[in-house]
């Protein structure tokens, strides 16, 4: 019985110590990552006529990743793999992260390397995780295809070969559904003339942690202090 109350008295001040760890330990600040990859000039899906503002392209709205990807089948190209794209290599830049959830390549958002876009088109894979308590407004503007995932469900679609500046290349949405989230953002330039992305979350947080809530950790550890304590004075008095 005295291991038992001394193991129940350690065991709740090793608690309450991690509860002042874990309370101590920021929350992940929010960054968005990049995966870039280069599309060779001609290939399946690029070139071809302004279009404009084309949705429905990867599915409607609720549609889901499929093998982490847009459904890429009306695109005729699937350009942010590697294995899945024809004529598509990693661009040089590599893997990029970038701190906040919000990206601002008004033009000339070209190749590494390039100075134009008549040799490669760029793409663009941008992972994140982020945080809401209430409601949260996602912009996209692009140049030209780029669609938004949240949790592996379309929720931006601004598909269409465009100008950033042209009629429907920005498009938003309200976002509702609280919580702890992930969200994919598929960018490509696939037409000779410029070559561009906004995006912009109004209302994401950093991701909270999936920790237990300090006050349950509080109460546990304090719990079990005490419970150790009442058996050791128990035992006291039936010695005495």
Known sequence: MKRRSALMMVLGLALSGLLFGFAATPAQALSITG???DIAFGSAGT????TGFDPGLVGPIGSSLSGGFPNT??????????TL????????????????????FPSN???????NDSTFYLASH?????????PVTFTVAADDHAF????????VDDGGVKGIGDSGATQSALYTLTGNHTLDLFWADVHVV????????????DPTSTVPEPATLLLFGTTLVGLGSVVRRRMKKGAA
């Open 148 to 155: 938004l995932y949240v949790d592996g469900k379309l929720v």
């Open 194 to 205: 410029q070559s561009a992305l906004v995006f912009g979350c109004d209302g994401c947080s």
């Open 47 to 50: 070139g071809g006529a302004i």
């Open 126 to 134: 941008w992972t994140a995780a982020f945080s809401n308590s209430g």
């Open 109 to 115: 958002f070209f190749a590494q390397g390039q100075a």
């Open 85 to 104: 794209g024809t004529g598509i290599t990693p661009d040089g830049r590599g893997t990029q992260t970038t701190p906040g959830l919000a990206l601002s």
């Open 35 to 37: 995966t870039y990859t």
């Open 73 to 82: 089948t009306t695109l005729g190209n699937n350009f942010w793999s590697t």
